[in-house]
């Protein structure tokens, strides 16, 4: 989190663009645990940062009833789920996502979950061009309230910022520049990865993220189903918590009776 006075007036200043919902005509897909190493990736998660499929902070409507958490507990924590990608830049022009801020954060209450965006600005046929796009909602919308969900709007005038300079973005890390304007002075640009980060420098900050939407499509965040199925092959040792089950008959027995018993 990159913060200054100066573009905290501004930001709040932008209050009256508001909050949009995840556009109703997007293609849905769930994302569970079962990604993680296939389609999704755990990206540059590292020190006591943290991941989880979770239903403790429920889920926006009409997105099931779990979400991704991501947990930074100290000033070098970093949390991040990314998938690659090869789209247009002009995929970015239905962006979204919701955040839960858990109540039990003592991190600055600027300090939320971002979408990131690895491009490369100047498109395949040109050497270089690597950047990461940033949306925080705060440059934008300002704070966020703790305790429930809200969807950002990260299209059109939402305010992004480049870890490089690039067209458009004179800056690196303090340009806050609306999305249209990155589009357009970047025609050639090309995306490599999206996701969702929760960065080094957001100390104690406990947070959720659902409906993530890019392209078309947007990824439900869900902790995976498990059934009798997974007790298999060894897995009511490998699928669960450990020593959930005591082996593969008390794991079936447990599903069988719809979760009721076990042990």
């Known amino acids: 989190m990159r913060l200054t006075s100066a573009f905290a007036a501004a930001a709040v200043a932008l209050l009256t663009l508001g909050m949009s919902a995840t556009p109703a005509t997007a293609a849905t897909t769930t994302v569970t645990e079962t990604a ?26 009409g997105l099931g009833t779990g979400a991704l958490q991501l947990s930074t507990p100290d000033f070098g924590a970093k949390a991040q789920l990314v998938t690659s990608a090869d789209l247009p830049l002009s995929a970015l022009q239905d ?10 954060s003592t991190a600055p209450d600027v ?9 490369d600005h100047n498109g395949p046929t040109v050497d270089g061009g690597f950047a990461v796009l940033v949306f925080e909602p705060y440059y934008t919308y300002g704070t966020s309230p703790e305790g429930s969900w809200e969807t950002w709007s990260a299209k059109g005038q939402a305010k992004w910022w480049s870890t490089r300079a ?21 025609p050639a640009a090309r995306i490599s990865s999206f ?9 104690d900050l406990l947070a959720a ?55």
């Not at 962006?95 to 039990?104: D, E, H, I, K, V």
């Open 36 to 61: 993680l190493g296939s389609t999704w990736s755990t990206g540059a998660t590292g020190g006591t940062g943290g991941l989880a499929f979770t239903t403790a902070f429920g889920a926006p409507a």
């Open 95 to 104: 962006a979204s996502f919701s955040t839960f801020r858990a109540a039990s």
């Open 111 to 119: 300090q939320t979950p971002a979408i990131n965006v690895t491009i």
């Open 166 to 186: 690039i067209p458009g973005v004179p800056t690196s890390f303090s340009s806050f520049v609306a999305l249209d304007d990155i589009i357009a002075a970047n």
């Open 195 to 203: 996701g969702v980060n929760q960065g080094s420098g957001n100390p």
């Open 209 to 263: 993220v659902d409906g993530l939407t890019v392209g078309g499509t947007t990824y439900d965040f869900e902790p995976r189903v498990f059934t009798k199925v997974d007790c298999k092959d060894g897995g009511w040792a490998t699928n669960f918590p450990a020593d959930t089950f005591v082996n593969q008959g008390d794991c079936v027995s447990y599903y069988a009776s719809g979760g009721k018993t076990h042990g």
